[in-house]
């Protein structure tokens, strides 16, 4: 059975939230609704919400002709891998109740996040949770019906029943994962774990996030602050370089005082890690992870190799940085403070949308008639209002089209947001045009490609066609930076990991003082402690107390990998023809029609080799020459 969660919709929260401009109707002005009712924004600038159902009430039809078609799952259920047709009609029928779940759950969730203080529409949402609860629990026999069944005969239902083609690599995953699902029996006792499972995760994040007293500390202006962790992460890059280094040793050793209590919570968190590994009978943590993505351990390892490898790029940087920043000494505690100052520059949301469709036109007329679709039939909630939720994100919806929620100021943190959002859009759009229902969804190892490689497509358009020197070092700097916090931080994050899970795995647990030490030594590693570029001090050795992603088992690479395929796949498009745009067309048609690395096969980039990180870190360390020719000709200019 496809193990594609089509009952949620995927959504991609960015949280790039800026001040918004002042309303005007000069068009060169960014309008300021965030005081505005939802009701009373201007209709032009929301989604096309109807596009999924005319009314609420239609919404409300469709909910109760799925609530009945859930409650005869099991009678129409009965004897569905009989014969082919019997298995088609009954892999249809689901396909329906899917197919609507996702448009009830889309129609009630873009609107409670346009207007998060209307009751109806997450009343609706509650609703929509306790219906999905019920769909999954009725569908528990369908793993033990197919391996019943067997890879033979299945093979022998798609000879007579080509309808059932769609189905066929949903089918081969649970075929090839034979020997890991457990009978139905098992399942059950464990899945009972559920209960407790992720009581490690939510205790820690409660702990940093709420109970953990917040410290109290004057700043150099005199003025005086609690330390919670939303203002550590305004503060920790504070313009006064005294101030960041008295958030960030203030910040971590009263973080201190948990260590051993946050420890314990990790310790537990891994262990479940090897629970869920053994039961399922993987060799490691790592195998359990990445088999059912069908993903060498390999790539994993190579990934880490390859990016220790490549330190010198980053350490040029940090050093550039720390040459812009004016010290004598780079320390960790200026690790988040801008190398750049920020430039004033806005753009309203007509230019936009030209600079978008401009960037994009390497990827020929289909990629931009989608982009205008986008544009001219409300698949975008463009500006803030009161009441709406803050961030960004993308959410395609098989049989309507994608929607994207945006909260627009013109900086130029939102326009390049703008074009992520579009990235994940196009992606499932290209993929809903070619795909089955059954195979449109892409898996997490692939969803953030799209979205970066727009990134990329945008700064080198502006590189390119700007003309202010400060301007492009800003955009520079900020690529320079993301790269480091994806690639470089965590690919570090991503080792620390690895450490974590052998410890455990070899029988021992996790302690303060091992994490401590661990930590310490990578971070140090990473940013070049021994040889002089970053000083890294004891006080950042608890960083990994704050991490909520090590209880994700082995989430964090993907970032990494994500971000190195991304850079990849620009370098072959930008220098690359028809064949090439081809290719990465491809990849965003291909959906979860195929696993994850034969998809970026398809574009021609093989992440079982060391190609795609050396484009990657060449074009990293490219950008890194650029950024020191501009402050050289700046630097004679007199403006730094």
Known sequence: MNKKSALLCIVLIVSLLLPVGADSKNKKEIPDYSMTARKDVPVEYTWKIEDIFPTADEWKKEKERIIKKIGEVENVGKDWTASPQKMLDFLQYLDDIQKTAEKLYSYAGHQANADMGSPVFQQMKGELQVIFVQMRSKLAFMNDDILELGEEKFKAYLEVKPGLEPYAFGMEQTFREKEHILSTEKQEINSLTGLFSGAAARAARM??????????????????????????????????????????????????????????????????????????????????????????????????????????????????????????????????????????????????????????????????????????NRWIDRYNNKGKQTGAYSGGLYGVHPYIKMNYNGSYATLSTLAHELGHAMHSYFSAKTQHFAEVEYPTFLAEIASTFNENILMDYLLKNEKDDLFKLFIIDGFLNRFRGTVYRQTLFAEFELAMHRRVEAGKALTAKWLNKKYLELTRFYYGHDKGIVEVGDFIQNEWAAVPHFFLNYYVYTYSTGMIASQALTEMVLKGGKAERAKYLAFLSAGGSRYPLDTLKLAGVDMTTTAPSDAAFKRFDRMVSHMEKIVGKLKKQGKL
């Open 207 to 376: 702990l940093n996030d709420v109970e953990i007293p917040a410290p109290e500390l004057t700043l150099s202006d005199g003025n005086k602050i609690v330390l919670h962790r939303a203002n550590f992460i305004k503060y920790r890059d504070s313009k006064n370089a005294p101030d960041r280094t008295l958030v960030m040793h203030t910040y971590w050793k009263n973080h201190k005082k948990f260590e051993n209590t946050l420890a314990i919570l990790l310790d537990a968190g891994i262990k479940k890690d090897l629970f869920n590994a053994r039961v399922h009978k993987y060799k490691d943590c790592l195998d359990a992870r990445l088999f059912g993505d069908n993903i060498d351990p390999a790539v994993f390892h190579n990934l880490i190799k390859s990016v220790k490898a490549n330190l010198a790029p980053l350490h040029r940087y940090l050093d550039l940085k720390k040459e812009l920043l004016g010290f004598d000494k780079h320390i960790y505690e200026d690790i988040y403070a801008s190398a750049v100052k920020a430039v004033d520059k806005k753009y309203t949301w007509d230019e936009a949308e030209a600079i978008i469709l401009k960037m994009m036109k390497p990827l020929g007329k289909e990629y931009r008639q989608g982009l205008e679709r986008a544009f001219k």
